[in-house]
């Protein structure tokens, strides 16, 4: 094996698991997002948990986060939860963060 396909196969696999951990941790963002957002609505327990994975399960509608942020806000529309666009997002961003750091902990 050349140095070439030697760097070139790093290099690889290196993509694939920086990959594999931004699933990860955005799986794990949407399911504290759900978790958060089941709290808002008045969720507890075994409800809350299903909401969450609701939330999980809308991101794989459409690339991106977008699918994710409409769940939750039709889902505060429709029943009355005063949160701005703004606050979703930022909440979103802070668990994202939150969920990066739990990923790296256990990797």
């Known amino acids: 094996m050349t140095t070439f396909e030697s760097r070139k ?4 696999g290196k993509f694939a698991h920086d990959e594999e951990l931004r699933f990860k941790a955005t799986a794990r963002r949407n399911k504290l997002l759900g978790l958060w957002a ?3 609505l ?3 327990d075994a409800k809350a948990e299903d909401y969450a994975k609701e939330v ?5 509608d459409e690339p991106g986060e977008e699918d994710v942020f409409r769940k939750v ?4 529309d429709a029943n009355g939860v005063e ?3 703004h606050q979703i997002r930022r909440t979103m961003e802070e668990l994202m963060a ?8 256990q990797d």
């Open 56 to 60: 999980v399960r809308a991101d794989f």
């Open 38 to 40: 089941a709290e808002k």
């Open 83 to 85: 949160q701005t666009d």
């Open 42 to 44: 008045g969720y507890a």
């Open 73 to 76: 806000r039709s889902d505060f």
């Open 9 to 12: 196969d790093a290099h690889e």
């Open 98 to 105: 939150v969920a990066v750091g739990q990923i790296r902990q």
